[in-house]
């Protein structure tokens, strides 16, 4: 499983012209679920983006994580990441577990980033077409992976 998580002033998802989420200063996260995932991943993930120093303590050093600065999150789900384009220059996505046990553990990565945070996190729409639009702080973007074997 795979979480690109992105430091960001705002950001929001629509489909079909329609606000589905949005926050202010936080995090957003674009999610991906390998085949080989778990529930065990999920919430691994979860708990590791909750508590990424990604945000400047007093000092301007990243030491804070999204919760410690009253940070929001907002979650949407992103097969693509785990295509792999390295043969040829169609993408291949063998690697993204099927569409129904994706949507399950992203759903549970949701519910878990959920307790960890203990507040609402917005999300976008599984297996709909999404204009995701940000501002990313920083820039900060992090690629935050969890194989089954780690």
Not at 35 to 55: G, M
Not at 73 to 99: E, I, K, M
């Amino acid at each position: 499983m795979v979480a690109l998580v992105q430091r960001v002033s705002e950001a929001s998802v629509t489909v079909d012209d329609e606000t589905v989420g949005e926050i202010g200063a936080g995090m957003l996260v674009l999610l991906g679920v390998h085949d080989d995932d778990t529930e065990a991943e999920s919430t691994w993930l979860a708990e590791k983006c909750a508590r990424l120093r990604i945000f400047a303590d007093d000092d301007d050093k990243m030491n804070l994580s999204v919760q410690e600065v009253g940070g929001d999150a907002l979650v949407v789900p992103q097969f693509t990441l785990y295509g792999n384009a390295s043969q040829g220059n169609r993408p291949s996505f063998t690697d993204a577990a099927p569409p129904g046990r994706a949507e399950d553990l992203y759903e549970h990565f949701v519910d878990a980033l959920e307790r960890e945070l203990g507040q609402d996190v917005p999300t976008g729409v599984f297996g709909a077409m999404m204009d995701v639009s940000l501002v990313n702080d920083g820039p900060v973007t992090l690629w935050v992976e969890r194989m089954h074997d780690d």
